[in-house]
């Protein structure tokens, strides 16, 4: 059992994710060749050559970081969705996004992140979130507080009070949820489309938006951001009026913003 991540621990975790990164996805950057992207399940759901490559060496590292831990990350559960079930077991587990935002990557734009998250019993204990193309590296462990750059992170409303949220891209929504951000949007709220969702909770995190508004639960895509926005002050809500749950069945849509009353409005104005 893991009782707390130490900062021997939150520092060797940073160190080989920047080193896996340097060394796996960085260089393949804008030099992507054909074969080295795959669409998955349509032309929007890509995996390349570095998200593998990236996910295989920190499936390999981090568990040597912490004995008796295992991993669960995107593209093994693509592989094989039965690993999604170690999120349900008692050991610590590395929930890792070798490459959130593939599209942006193949495209050669720099809003892409790599993510990983300690979590045990269902909580994330630890998170980092690396955008390595704009220098930015967030951390933040439970009750210790969430770092952008070795600096404090905290959630904040925008100066002339306009309610900001990130909500799905929308090459992905379904007519029930344009239906739902419509409302949003019919309310006041500034939207913008998330095309990384590691991105847009660092931004939460440092108050740059108010909230997301999100219809999808993969864990890799959230728990990140989950504990680093929750540490800047920030709080989740589903539907059903419960937190957000890292290891699914969540009812959604769910919302992560800058403070309890701020997901509960969010919640609110979509009436889902």
């Not at 996910?55 to 593209?75: C, I, K």
């Not at 193309?133 to 009750?143: D, I, K, P």
């Not at 800047?232 to 959604?252: K, Y």
Request: aromatic content about 6%; proline content about 6%; some cysteine.
């Amino acid at each position: 059992m893991v009782n707390e991540v130490n900062e021997e621990l939150l520092a060797a975790v940073e160190r080989v994710v920047r080193t896996v990164v340097a060394e796996e996805v960085t260089p393949r950057w804008r030099r992507l060749a054909a074969e080295d992207v795959i669409e998955k399940n349509g032309p929007y759901d890509l995996v390349t050559t570095a998200d593998r490559r990236a996910e295989e060496r920190l499936t390999e590292e981090l568990p040597a970081l912490l004995p008796g831990s295992v991993v669960v990350g995107e593209e093994a559960v693509s592989a094989d969705p039965d690993v999604l079930k170690r999120l349900d077991g008692d050991d610590p587990v590395w929930v890792v996004d070798p490459v959130d935002g593939t599209a942006n990557f193949v495209r050669g734009e720099d809003g892409y992140a790599t993510l990983v998250t300690l979590v045990q019993g269902g909580e994330p204990l630890a998170s980092w979130t690396y955008v390595p193309e704009r220098g930015l590296m967030a951390t933040a462990r439970r009750g210790a507080g969430a770092y952008l750059n070795g600096q404090r992170m905290h959630t904040a409303a925008a100066p002339d009070g306009t309610l900001r949220v990130s909500t799905s891209n929308p090459v992905f929504r379904t007519e029930q949820e344009r239906v739902l951000i419509g409302r949003l949007e019919a309310a006041g709220a500034a939207t913008r489309s998330c095309t990384c969702a590691g991105i847009e909770y660092l931004e939460l995190a440092r108050g740059g938006v108010d909230g997301v508004a999100f219809f999808w639960e993969l864990p890799w895509d959230h728990a990140a951001g989950l504990l680093l926005v929750t540490e800047a002050g920030g709080a989740s809500l589903t539907v059903a009026g419960e937190p957000f749950r890292i290891p699914g069945g969540n009812a959604l849509p769910f919302s992560i913003a800058r403070d309890a009353e701020t997901a509960r409005r969010i919640i609110e104005l979509m009436g889902a």
